[in-house]
């Protein structure tokens, strides 16, 4: 019986993690690919199968990224209007019949921002549904760094700093497990063709699982875990906002090509777990990081640690720098934790006040937030650009490194650790502590 359990549970798995379905679930959304009439076959004449399972991650070096098929030299990358050509296996180009003749509902995309370690743009493809890849463009920013960059200090400035320092720590954990887990698995991403590469920025790395539908699922379901009973507000309301959020940013992921419904399911399972561990510690790391006197001693070795032991897993990939800036913004906004509550800054609320209810809607209200986040995201924006431009250069220098390609630079373990930690720690510092000292001095607080 165990055995038969465990056969099923393996073939269901394998099913799952076939590209055809995240195939037919682009199509069934509009999402049409400008691929060759057929995938050039390798020299043995047989198609390769796309087996789920562990296997090597796809670099630029080897073959080309992108949505053509692998090793098809012939076939061009597509950019701008050259996305007309489509390329025969004789060789030979004529015009796409479907690019000749585009109907005024469809639309031609290219996939959505350039992969920052291979440089490769992708294939433009055609969207049938706008609404449903507005929709799903949206749902996938809901995990990348710009929207945590705005998210959490917007929670943090105008609506409650507490609820904000502790959904960054659960973020830069389940970022750090999810990463590491990736590494550690190797599975690359699903196969194209058959699968359309919407998005092409994450394509260089592993994809098991999801870290996407991780912090898609952390992030609300620990917001409403950390808020309910704390604000008032139906219990319903609060599960569904999560669910609806969650859902949205998970189905997002395959909808841009970028994982299987395997992927995707083990992530959303994987976040609950971490969730689950977190919930009945969370409150005693963070009177940690307030009140013990060697806090950030603990903070920094911890984190620093913790980027070791994920940029030791594997080469140098773009989920590493992720990793690191996670938990140099966790560091960060831990420290600032540490500094406010040894100088009596920001108190939170005291428990006689909870629970606590949304003052009433007016002019004034609006302007001060709108004015908090505006200068206050103006202040963290410059602040990392200031520290890309010091560090980079920095430490180049101070290891011997040419620092004329960047990108190349970052692939050497020694500029790219400390220079996301530097980054980032600063950045999470400045959000937490030096931004509402600012709004002190502005009369925003």
């Known amino acids: ?16 993690q076939q590209p055809c379905h995240v195939a037919r679930f682009q199509s069934f959304c509009g999402v049409k690919g400008t691929f060759p009439d057929k995938a050039t ?18 670099q630029s070096s080897d073959v080309r990224v992108g949505n053509g098929a692998a090793g098809d030299a012939a076939a061009p990358r597509v950019n701008g ?7 025969r296996p004789d060789g030979s180009a004529a015009a796409a019949a479907a690019a000749t003749n585009v109907d005024s509902d469809i639309a031609r995309a290219k996939p959505l921002r350039k992969n920052s370690l291979t440089g490769d743009v992708g294939q433009e493809f055609l969207i049938h549904n706008k609404f449903l890849f507005y929709l799903f463009t949206f749902g996938t920013e809901l995990g990348n760094e710009m929207f945590f960059i705005v998210f959490f200090p ?7 700093a507490l609820v904000s320092r502790r959904l960054i720590v659960v973020w830069a954990w389940n970022l750090f497990l999810g990463q590491s887990t990736k590494d550690m698995v190797r599975w690359s991403r699903p196969a194209s063709p058959p699968v359309v590469k919407v998005e092409v920025f994450y394509n260089s790395e592993y994809s098991m699982p999801s870290t996407h539908a991780m912090t898609g699922t952390a992030i609300p379901f620990c917001l409403f875990m950390l808020t309910y009973g704390r604000w008032q507000y139906p219990f319903l309301f609060g599960f569904c906002v999560a669910l609806s959020w969650s859902v949205l940013v998970c189905v ?22 971490i969730l689950a561990f977190f919930q009945p510690i969370l409150d005693k790391i963070d009177t ?17 640690s913790l980027g070791l032991v994920a940029f030791s897993l594997d080469s140098w990939s773009t989920s590493r720098g992720d990793t690191a800036q996670a938990l140099g913004t966790g560091a960060g906004a831990a420290l600032a934790t540490h500094v406010n509550y040894q100088l009596g800054l920001l108190p939170d609320p005291p428990l006689s006040a909870l629970p606590l209810t949304l003052p009433p809607i ?3 209200l609006v302007v001060h937030s709108l004015l908090r986040f505006f200068v206050g995201v103006a202040v963290l924006l410059v602040t990392r650009m200031v520290m890309k431009a010091v560090t980079i250069p920095f430490l180049c220098l101070l290891f011997g490194l040419p620092s004329d390609d960047v990108r190349r630079a970052r692939q050497h373990m020694r500029v790219e650790l400390p220079y996301r930690y530097i980054v980032y720690s600063v950045v999470g510092f400045s959000c937490v502590c030096v931004v509402p000292l600012l709004f002190r001095i502005l009369n925003l607080a």
Request: net charge negative; aromatic share 14%.
């Open 154 to 160: 917007f929670l943090f400035w105008n609506i409650d």
């Open 288 to 304: 940690f990081y307030m009140m013990e006197h060697y806090a950030p001693l603990v903070i920094i070795v911890s984190h620093v």
């Open 41 to 58: 076959k390798p020299e043995g004449g047989q198609s390769e199968p796309d087996c789920p399972g562990p296997r090597q991650r796809v």
């Open 362 to 364: 007016s002019t004034s």
């Open 252 to 273: 997002s992921r395959v909808y841009m090509g970028m994982h299987s419904i395997l992927e995707v399911i083990t992530g959303f399972l994987y976040s609950l777990l």
């Open 81 to 87: 209007m050259q996305g007309d050509i489509t390329v």
């Open 1 to 16: 019986m165990a055995n038969d359990f465990v056969k099923t549970f393996v073939q269901m798995c394998n099913y799952l």
